[in-house]
């Protein structure tokens, strides 16, 4: 009875002082030997046979979309790397140490993969990860945040309805596949909704999905494994819907409208013009986003250069028809200085010299108009008729009244003359000329020509923009 009493005391005491025993994470890094002064073994590559793989697991999400530079071809995503592999050389039973299934130790006391980005061409901005987790089991966690500047090559045909496809190609530096097996962990679907979740921010891309694949590779000589993370993003094409093909299309139809201008003046050459110079200032804005290293030129530039075309059409035609109505209006400006000059004359007198078709038929009117007002009309007839010698009567009456009615007669027939030409001038400065009718119909055709050509050029754009690349 006394024996069994004692025993049960035994062990409650033992139960008391176990329960009371006290575990720290530096009775594991002693167990482990994990010091300063075993550097030398923690960073040799962590396995009992050397020719034995280390198992290197990745993962990679996408956290953000920084920024994508299609002049310089360049992508900044932030993203977030989880490594982990196997260390052969560090384990520990849970129970020993109060339970304790993992720690955390600074980064540069054990062994990690040289891994690399191929297509990162300067260095990560973001701090590294100062702490590394080891598990009782052996395996070894990382996790870092990277800030890469990659080189990403743009496919810009279709800008601004554009799908990039940007790579992210993860391996080894030194290490073959015999020595360092990289493998992926997660499938495509789960690192698209994971990324999806953990997204911030997209700049102006919509991320689509991210696709991965694995491969091995030749190169220096020997094997490697290599981890491909494909990340699709869709550009946001809203704002250069509305801040340059709208306002392109809208200049369109200002040149467009133009022909509603009329020919006669310099407002429709100076308007069309303008509008000109507008497509080019936005041809210029373009040339500093797109790509010089394009192989196809892009179909926002075919766009471009295609109302560009049309306009300049435009305004060649609108030269020519100026040039055809000038034409047709300078015979027409000599007429009217030839039928001014029956009516420049102070002195009421009517001067033909300029006037060849009528110096015969106004003959008798050319005769009075030259009379004087001192003079006798009927003594002038009388020496026309008989002689620049001939003296008529001072005193005969007779012919005083002839010469009054002669008088009068030529006031009036003067008159007539000044009417009569007159009118004649402004029917014909009312009448078009030959080649002002011949600009109505060019008119006509061309602008039929203009709507026919933009609308399938726009067309044509539309559907080259909406089908497959």
């Not at 994971?194 to 190169?219: A, D, G, H, I, P």
């Not at 003046?265 to 373009?286: C, N, P, R």
């Not at 049309?310 to 030269?319: A, C, P, R, Y």
Request: aromatic share 10%; with cysteine.
């Amino acid at each position: 009875m006394l024996v069994g009493f004692f025993c049960l005391f035994v062990l409650s005491a033992a139960d008391v002082a176990s329960s009371e025993k006290l575990c720290s994470y530096q009775d594991v890094l002693n167990h482990l030997n994990l010091t300063r002064n075993n550097e030398l073994f923690t960073m040799a590559r962590p396995v009992r046979d050397y020719r034995q793989s280390t198992n290197v697991s990745l993962d990679i999400l996408l956290y953000a979309i920084l920024d994508v530079r299609e002049t310089d071809q360049t992508f900044i995503p932030y993203v977030w790397m989880f490594l982990s592999w196997e260390n052969h050389h560090i384990s520990w039973d849970p129970a020993d140490f109060c339970g304790i299934e993992s720690i955390s130790i600074p980064t540069e006391m054990l062994w990690k993969p040289d891994l690399t980005i191929e297509e990162m061409t300067e260095k990560d901005r973001a701090p590294p990860s100062p702490y590394i987790i080891i598990k009782s089991d052996g395996v070894v966690k990382m996790q870092n945040d990277l800030v890469l500047v990659s080189t990403c090559r743009m496919h810009v045909y279709k800008f601004p309805f554009d799908t990039q496809s940007c790579n992210l190609s993860i391996k080894t530096i030194i290490h073959s596949v015999a020595e360092i097996h990289l493998f992926q962990n997660s499938s495509s679907k789960e690192a698209t909704e994971e990324s999806r979740e953990l997204m911030r921010t997209q700049y102006e891309w919509l991320f689509v999905n991210m696709k991965v694949t694995s491969q091995t590779v030749t190169s220096f000589g020997f094997d490697q494994d290599v981890v491909i993370y494909t990340i699709n993003m869709k550009r946001r094409s809203i704002l250069y819907i509305v801040n340059f093909l709208l306002p392109v299309l809208f200049f369109l139809c200002l040149d467009l409208s133009s022909f509603l201008i009329s020919e006669h003046g310099g407002e429709k050459l100076s308007f069309k013009i303008t509008v000109l110079l507008a497509v080019t200032v936005l041809q210029l804005i373009l040339n500093d986003i797109l790509p010089a290293s394009s192989n196809r030129i892009p179909l926002i530039a075919l766009y471009c250069i295609g109302v560009f075309g049309l306009m300049m059409l435009s305004l060649l035609e609108t030269i020519v028809v100026m040039y055809l109505i000038q034409k047709d209006s300078a015979p027409q400006e000599d007429k009217g200085e030839e039928g001014r000059c029956l009516k420049e004359n102070k002195q009421g007198e009517v001067n033909f010299h300029n006037c060849e078709g009528e110096e015969k038929t106004w003959n008798l009117c050319v005769c009075v108009s030259h009379v004087s007002a001192d003079e006798d009309p009927a003594e002038r007839l009388k020496q026309m008729e008989h002689g620049p010698n001939y003296k008529v009567k001072e005193h005969d009456e007779d012919m005083t009244d002839e010469s009054e009615s002669f008088e009068k007669l030529a006031g009036d027939l003067r008159e007539a003359l000044k009417t009569l030409t007159l009118f004649l001038n402004r029917k014909e400065e009312g009448k078009p000329g030959y080649w002002t009718r011949k600009t109505r119909t060019i008119n006509k055709v061309f602008f039929v020509f203009y709507v026919t050509a933009a609308t399938l050029f726009l067309i044509c754009m539309f559907f080259h923009w909406n089908g497959e690349h």
